[in-house]
């Protein structure tokens, strides 16, 4: 089996793109994630869909040290997401060679979320883009169960589900369901790693998704539960772990 390592760009926010590629080359990733849509006033975005400079800049970093783009993110599912306005993000993706656009879910209406990212992965098909959705335990969609019940209610075959070690352990989500998913619905993992305690508040699961990931090995989350259920799906083949821990912030 081959395993790829992605470096997010969560690890590295303060990066510009073009910086993310260089430091990724440098430390040995094959691919990066980028953060194109900001997601909170304190943490930036980097909107190359808006800045052909910045946009030529990172080709060339791509280019120069043979690294290219795993996804590009954050689109969050509001109750008043302009589906058809993400577009100009998503031909950035196709020009970045993107392969994945993640989502992220922050609608209380489960009817409706489920026909979002359906919608933008019907979008991104014209961009060669695959949706993804990503739970967090402060959302609606706290956990690995109930991103199950969303893409399997959006109809989507292709529509995957995005788990990150830090959330999967927060959100109490099953190993044996992880294990009982189709490997087409989970095409690649983040790994970060954190302290652990019994129970958390809503305040320490977003302080430790924003402030608090750490590198593998380095906190207390049994991580490799996670990419040994993908390494067996993937036997054979190429399984991409998108690294993003040391602290990074979104």
Known sequence: MTISFSLAHLTVIGLSPPEVVRVAAR???RTVGLRLIRVTETSPGYALMRDPKMMSATKSAMAEMN?????????QIT???DVAGLELFLAAGAELNARFVITAPYDPDLTRLADRPAAIDDLGVRYGLQAVLEFFPWTVVPNLDAAINVVNAAGRPRLGILVDTLHFDRSGSSVVLLARTPPSRLPFAHVADAPVQKSYTTEELLHAGRSERLPPGEGEINIRRVPRTYARWNSGRSSTYDCDGS???F
Request: proline share 6%; no cysteine; hydrophobic share 40%.
């Open 79 to 81: 109750p008043d997401i």
């Open 27 to 29: 430390t040995g990733y």
């Open 247 to 249: 602290g990074g912030r």
């Open 67 to 75: 690294v290219g783009v795993l996804d590009i993110e954050l689109v």
